[in-house]
């Protein structure tokens, strides 16, 4: 099983400050979605991307693919409030269901 | 449609009992999937079915895990002896074939396990 590793797992920042958040695998991927899960929520997909150095931008968010389809990166511009919750990472797996990372919890301080 | 549909959102109950968690897709698709998501972690698959037929079930966690979809429509998931460690938040989600389409989740069940 194909494991993902995000980092950092924990971020608390000011409103307003610039942020980037991992997510690293051993092993190339064909796809890699990211999503964003608030409390007492369900994940929902923010973006899927699919070729090596894809940048996909969504408003104040910019989702890079690594060239080498190991890795990505999620990267905040003047973070909000609005923009705490846990950034999953997620790519598909053999049994046709996604594989998770363990996310990292985004804390955005008024 | 309002999207994916889990009963109850939040259920307590005593090691040993059954529970039963109810999904109700989005109703075009014909994909579910159930995932199980602990404090801390991401979401981990459990099962899922194209209609009908559940295709993947070698990863539910023990033997008293089971899940149903009967009609192709709605799924339930029932755990039988809850115990402790069973306490996680159940989430289902479905799409339309084929597997590249958007997965929609629903709100999820959070069981706690006493």
């Known amino acids: 099983t194909q494991l993902l590793e995000q980092s950092p797992q924990f971020l608390s920042i000011q409103e307003g400050e610039n942020l980037t958040v991992y997510c690293n695998s051993s092993s190339v991927f064909s796809s890699l979605q990211w999503y964003r899960q608030e409390p007492g929520e369900g994940p929902v997909l923010l973006v899927t991307v699919v070729t090596g150095g894809e940048v996909k931008k969504l408003k104040r968010l910019t989702f890079q693919f690594g060239d080498a389809r190991k890795d990505s990166s999620l990267h905040i511009t003047a973070a909000q409030p609005g923009d705490t919750g846990l950034y999953l990472c997620a790519l598909e797996g053999g049994a046709d269901g996604l594989t998770f990372g363990k996310g990292t919890h985004l804390i955005i301080q008024p | 449609d309002t999207g994916v549909s889990q009963n109850p959102r939040h259920k307590i109950t005593k090691r040993g009992q059954n529970v039963t968690f109810r999904c109700d897709p989005i109703s075009e698709h014909n994909r579910l999937y159930w995932y199980r998501q602990t404090l801390g972690q991401g979401p981990e698959f459990l099962t899922y079915f194209q209609n009908e037929a559940q295709l993947e079930k070698s990863r539910l966690l023990s033997d008293r895990f089971s899940a149903e979809r009967p009609k192709g429509s709605f799924s339930t998931l029932e755990i039988q002896r809850t115990e402790q460690g069973d306490s996680a938040m159940y989430l289902c989600?479905?799409?339309?074939?084929?597997?590249?389409?958007?997965?929609?989740f629903g709100s999820g069940t959070q069981l706690s396990v006493l």
């Open positions: 989600a479905s799409r339309s074939s084929p597997t590249n389409e958007k997965l929609f």
